[in-house]
């Protein structure tokens, strides 16, 4: 096991460092100083506390959306419906946060995740079960419960909950607002960086002790080992092939934390910036392991706010290729580890 444990962080650590020297490459083919422009961007994150916080910022939702795909991955299932999540869960959060006028914050707050969750929930719910009764892949379906999604939030947004001139809805309180994490530390100011940051961590221990550490976990890692013998296990496969997707589903609406109780204070249509589907390549990055999505989360929130830092330097397209390029990197790597790994098993 140990063995195992190092060669997947070592085919981690490949991936990225494949992904760094194919696009040293490719900047210095376009007359571009790769050492300056990744000697900024590293200045920038890591040289002021404004940088930093704002890293952390965006890494925030994609520890969340990454543990979520995990989640499914460990099934063997493909979530490619995130985006779609994501934006229906967070707007019936909003919604539901500016609904209640009387009500006080302890009551508003889990009511809105509790609505959120649900909706989000409902968009994994119906993938799920078409592939369990029909057999139909996950990933069309997925794919087009994003569409229909985004296209029913935007309708009930433009048609009867936005503020007029606008394609967002009512702010909530100010009192309903996260704590900024630079009231307590003043280098962060300026920086949105909220707790919503301890509830992905924390998260993030919850789906890893839940993965590795309950029957829960167990059966679905069977499933996604090997569906055939899980029957014979007594694992109903249907059950948590359902269980998988409604988790993973709901857990994209808490992503909406982070912008709706934590920034804005509203929902504005096109937030989640493909959150849903750079959450892919954060947990295929890490194996799936949460903990691990916690430092790859950090490199996609890392090169998102680089890529800004050196945005007069190099067209913004180049982190989005370099991203790109440690998913072709990690998906390589890890068929080779696999292939070493199971032929050096065969041997011994």
Do not use: W
């Not at 009551?107 to 993938?127: K, N």
């Not at 079960?129 to 029913?152: C, D, H, P, Q």
């Not at 109780?261 to 504005?268: I, Q």
């Not at 892919?280 to 799936?288: D, H, K």
Request: proline share 3%; net charge positive; with cysteine.
């Amino acid at each position: 096991m140990n063995k195992k444990i190092i060669f997947q962080t070592g085919s981690a650590l490949i991936s990225i460092l494949l992904t760094a020297l194919i696009t040293f490459g490719f900047l210095f083919i376009l007359g571009r100083d790769p050492v300056v422009i990744f000697g900024r961007i590293f200045s920038e994150v890591f040289g002021t506390g404004y940088g930093f916080a704002q890293t952390l910022f965006k890494t925030t939702p994609l520890i969340i959306s990454g543990c979520a795909i995990a989640i499914c991955f460990h099934a063997k299932l493909f979530n490619i419906g995130g985006e779609g999540q994501i934006n229906a869960g967070a707007f019936v959060m909003a919604l539901t946060a500016t609904s209640f006028p009387g009500l006080p914050f302890l009551i508003i707050l889990p009511l809105s995740i509790l609505t959120g969750f649900i909706v989000s929930a409902v968009f994994g719910f119906i993938p799920a079960v078409i592939k369990v009764k029909k057999g139909v892949s996950e990933v069309i379906t997925t794919i087009m419960l994003n569409f229909i999604s985004l296209a029913m939030v935007n309708y009930f947004l433009i048609s009867h909950f936005a503020v007029e001139s606008t394609i967002r809805t009512t702010k909530i309180p100010e009192n309903f607002f996260f704590t900024k994490l630079s009231d307590f530390i003043p280098s962060f100011h300026g920086s949105p960086l909220n707790i919503t940051l301890f509830i992905a961590l924390l998260l993030a221990l919850i789906i890893y002790f839940t993965i590795y550490k309950t029957s829960i976990g167990y059966k679905l890692r069977a499933i996604g080992f090997n569906p055939v013998a899980s029957v014979y296990m007594s694992v109903n496969v249907n059950k948590y092939t359902i269980v998988a997707f409604v988790l993973a589903a709901g857990m994209m609406s808490f992503v909406g934390l982070n912008y709706i109780f934590g920034y804005k204070g509203f929902y504005e249509y096109g937030f989640s910036a493909n959150i849903g589907f750079t959450a892919i390549a954060v947990s295929l990055l890490a194996r799936n392991n949460p903990i691990g999505i916690i430092f790859s989360a950090f490199l996609f929130g890392f090169l998102d706010y680089g890529g800004l830092a050196v945005n007069e330097l190099v067209p913004k397209e180049i982190m989005l290729i370099f991203q790109g390029l440690v998913v072709l990197s990690i998906l390589g790597v890890n068929k080779l580890t696999d292939n070493y790994l199971k032929i050096n098993l065969e041997r011994n």
